[in-house]
């Protein structure tokens, strides 16, 4: 597993080395009382998901370069949920959902990698 830093809202964030260190961050950010986004960041990128519903969105990021986010259901593309980030509520589309399972794939896929899981439909954001 590669070096990897992960957090949510304004923490300063905790070194993942194994599998379980990643569970154990993921059992904390549901504790939340609303469902909240867990980034985890590597040299020159970064993987966020949602934490907290039966659905996630999962976006990629690699530095200075492009951004990529989740597709799910695109008929779902005018409906609208929220997640705890930075302190403040942030609404992300619907559409941009998949399985909780999938983004647990995806995410334990970047920790492998530092690279997007090719089991998730992307869309570039620009």
């Known amino acids: 597993m590669r070096r990897t830093r992960a957090w949510f809202d304004d923490s300063e964030g905790v070194e993942i080395e194994t599998e379980r260190d990643f569970h154990r961050v993921v059992a904390l950010a549901k504790k939340a009382k609303r469902p909240r986004i867990l980034t985890l ?10 934490v907290g519903r ?10 200075g370069g492009s951004s990529f986010h989740s597709l799910g259901d695109v008929s779902r593309e005018d409906e609208y949920v929220g997640y705890q980030f930075a302190g403040e509520t942030s609404e992300i589309p ?13 995410a334990l896929y970047y920790l492998e ?11 570039s954001d620009w």
Do not use: M, Y
């Open 54 to 63: 039966k659905e996630a969105p999962v976006t990629f990021e690699i530095a």
């Open 41 to 50: 960041e590597q040299q020159r990128s970064w993987l966020s998901l949602g």
């Open 113 to 123: 990698t530092g690279e997007r899981s090719p089991d998730v439909v992307w869309e």
């Open 94 to 106: 619907a559409s941009f959902l998949i399985s909780w399972d999938l983004a647990v794939k995806a």
